[in-house]
């Protein structure tokens, strides 16, 4: 596919690797070539790069298959999957998973990647509702401004919630950029 037809989520094969682009800005610099600015992720290692293509330069878009699985426990640095309709069981790493991590609670179904045969990498919902494990005590008349205070998950994500929120609440956070939505419970 050209290169200026990158979008974020794109999973594309570079440098002989896997690689997801997470942003794309196409640019048309006045008297200059056309060119699309990236940042994409390595799917085996984790590692962002900023990366130039010109417009009309050749990607290839990687074909990945998707499975439906529950994510059951984590055990030291690895994250156990299981495959909601065969109960076979996957292992990723989690350099792998990198910050994706944060949103993983047990007996969550997400969807698995795979590139020949190999997990490479899961598709998170847009949003979760995680639990406040810990944050400072409510703030009496918190609800008059836009006071914000951190409070950590059961995932151990800290994110800014209101200052009326207290300990034990359920909190929807964005996993797109780990932002506070609103309170569930």
């Keep these: 596919m050209k290169a200026n037809r990158l979008r974020p989520g794109v999973v594309i094969m570079f440098e002989g690797d896997l690689w997801r682009v997470f942003e794309a800005l196409h640019q048309t610099p006045g008297n200059l070539r056309a060119r699309v600015?990236?940042?994409?992720?390595?799917?085996?290692?984790?590692?962002?790069?900023?990366?130039?293509f010109r417009s009309e330069d050749e990607v290839e878009r990687a074909v990945l298959e998707t499975?439906?699985?529950?994510?059951?426990?984590?055990?030291?640095d690895s994250f156990c999957f299981m495959d909601t309709t065969t109960y076979d069981q996957v292992s990723l790493s989690k350099e792998v998973l990198g910050d994706s991590m944060l949103y993983?609670?047990?007996?969550?179904?997400?969807?698995?990647s795979f590139y020949e045969g190999t997990p490479v990498g899961i598709e998170l919902p847009v949003t979760v509702d995680l639990k406040i494990?810990?944050?400072?005590?409510?703030?009496k008349?918190?609800?008059?401004?836009?006071?914000?205070?951190?409070?950590?998950?059961?995932?151990?994500l800290v994110v800014q919630v209101p200052a009326f929120i207290s300990q034990?609440?359920?909190?929807r956070?964005?996993?797109?950029?780990?932002?506070?939505?609103e309170r569930v419970k």
């Design 141 to 156: 008349g918190g609800t008059a401004g836009a006071q914000r205070k951190p409070a950590t998950l059961e995932t151990g």
């Design 104 to 112: 993983l609670v047990a007996q969550q179904t997400i969807k698995v």
């Design 67 to 76: 499975r439906e699985m529950q994510y059951l426990y984590s055990d030291g």
């Design 173 to 181: 956070v964005a996993t797109e950029d780990g932002s506070y939505l």
């Design 37 to 52: 600015q990236t940042k994409l992720k390595n799917l085996r290692n984790g590692v962002m790069k900023d990366q130039r």
């Design 133 to 139: 494990v810990d944050t400072p005590p409510e703030v």
């Design 168 to 171: 034990g609440a359920v909190v």
